[in-house]
């Protein structure tokens, strides 16, 4: 993990190209996305990693739920016995930020790929689900 060897872009160029040619970084940066990148385009992208990697035989829904689990808890270690509203600024110190970051980015690229693996639209069922929610859930009444 980043968090773990440096911090920021920078640091993170200079961890990727110390492991890999240079020709190797190149094609990871193909993999980071901008600030408009569709749900769909990660998924692309997190499918071509895995393929360039072979590792679809080891991504079964069975597997790639239980690193869900996984990564959700080393996420929920980040908040583990701070109170509610202290949460709030766990992300506030730089250096958890990243660890946080990182996690959230390592649930993310789990579930995409637990999508691509059962065949689940992500943006598909998010939509449907939100407008289920919304009819269970409708907001509160306003008063004049």
Same mark, same amino acid.
């Given at each position: 993990?980043?968090? @773990?060897?440096?911090?920021?872009?920078?640091?993170?160029?200079?961890?990727?190209?110390?492991? *890999?040619?240079?020709?190797?970084?190149?094609?990871?940066?193909?993999?980071?996305?901008?600030?408009?990148?569709?749900?769909?385009?990660?998924?692309?992208?997190?499918? @071509?990693?895995?393929?360039? @990697?072979?590792?679809?035989?080891?991504?079964?829904?069975?597997?790639?739920?239980?690193?869900?689990?996984?990564?959700?808890?080393?996420?929920?270690?980040?908040?583990?016995?701070?109170?509610?509203?202290?949460?709030?600024?766990?992300?506030?110190?730089?250096?958890?930020?990243?660890?946080?970051?990182?996690?959230?980015?390592?649930?993310?690229?789990?579930?995409?790929?637990?999508?691509?693996? *059962?065949?689940?639209?992500?943006?598909?069922?998010?939509?449907?689900?939100?407008?289920?929610?919304?009819?269970?859930?409708?907001?509160?009444? @306003?008063?004049?």
């Amino acid at each position: 993990m980043l968090a @773990r060897v440096g911090g920021g872009a920078d640091d993170a160029g200079a961890w990727f190209a110390a492991l *890999t040619s240079r020709e190797e970084f190149l094609k990871l940066r193909e993999f980071m996305p901008d600030a408009s990148t569709t749900v769909a385009a990660l998924e692309e992208a997190v499918r @071509r990693f895995a393929d360039e @990697r072979a590792w679809e035989p080891f991504h079964s829904p069975k597997n790639l739920s239980m690193a869900l689990a996984a990564e959700v808890g080393e996420l929920l270690e980040h908040f583990l016995w701070v109170d509610s509203e202290p949460s709030r600024r766990v992300v506030d110190d730089p250096g958890k930020r990243q660890a946080v970051t990182d996690e959230l980015a390592d649930v993310a690229i789990l579930l995409l790929n637990l999508s691509l693996s *059962t065949g689940i639209d992500l943006s598909d069922a998010t939509e449907a689900k939100m407008v289920r929610n919304a009819i269970k859930y409708p907001p509160p009444a @306003r008063t004049p």
